[in-house]
């Protein structure tokens, strides 16, 4: 059974820092893997999907790496900004239409 | 483009109750799905559609119908709301193809449902 893991659960930085957010699963088989963010009483906002056969995904501060020999991908916000201070969630998928595995989160809060 | 659209976003009903979840997509998705998302617990699927016309149980079906008559439409509907069917539920489509951009999930923003 597919299991994912986010570490740490919760984090609380100065703004300006580096920042490394890391999801673990247990069957290396994914299809694809999704990072996703979500505000306090909102929906989800994906920020970046990594295919099987893909290293890494950049977009503006965000880079994320899967290394799927491992079981892993890590999440790298660069520069944190307050406005970055929400949870981020890490879900695999083991198919095109398959279900989405998350895992429960990283709570972030960037504090001026 | 609108993206995913959940209705209504707030929702108490009393016990024993029914009601419908609307979800409506204009990205021509061929896959829609809804998931609960409770604390400690995470998203969990309850059902999922690979187009319409056909759908499939997930995680946590239990209490829970739909159906997908359209690509864009796939309601969720409570047959008889009980108290542990209190949940944030949301609604997500996707399509699969080469990695682009656009590919993967989009969810909506989610239906805030408490049963009294």
């Known amino acids: 059974k597919q299991e994912v893991t986010q570490i740490p659960a919760a984090l609380s930085v100065p703004e300006g820092e580096n920042l490394v957010l890391n999801c673990s699963f247990t069957d290396s088989a994914i299809y694809n893997l999704q990072w996703f963010r979500q505000d306090p009483g909102k929906g989800l906002t994906s920020l970046l999907l990594i295919q099987s056969s893909q290293r890494e995904q950049t977009s503006g501060r965000l880079n994320a790496s899967l290394d799927k020999s491992s079981g892993r991908s890590t999440l790298y916000i660069a520069a944190s900004q307050p406005g970055d201070s929400a949870t981020y969630l890490c879900?695999?998928?083991?198919?095109?239409?398959?279900?989405?595995?998350f895992g429960a989160g990283t709570r972030l809060a960037v504090h001026p | 483009n609108a993206g995913v659209t959940q209705t209504p976003k707030f929702q108490v009903l009393k016990t024993g109750q029914s009601m419908t979840l609307q979800c409506a997509q204009d990205?021509?998705?061929?896959?829609m799905s809804w998931y609960r998302q409770d604390p400690g617990m995470g998203l969990r699927l309850i059902h999922y559609s690979v187009g319409a016309g056909i759908t499939d149980q997930g995680e946590v079906p239990n209490g829970y119908n739909v159906s997908r008559s359209t690509t864009e439409d796939f309601p969720l509907r409570l047959l008889s709301a009980a108290p542990s069917q209190t949940s944030v539920y949301f609604c997500?489509?996707?399509?699969f193809g080469t990695g682009q951009v656009g590919e993967g999930y989009t969810f909506g923003s989610g239906t805030r449902l408490t049963v009294v």
């Open positions: 879900a695999v998928s083991l198919g095109g239409y398959n279900k989405l595995i």
């Open positions: 997500a489509s996707s399509y």
């Open positions: 990205m021509n998705h061929e896959y």
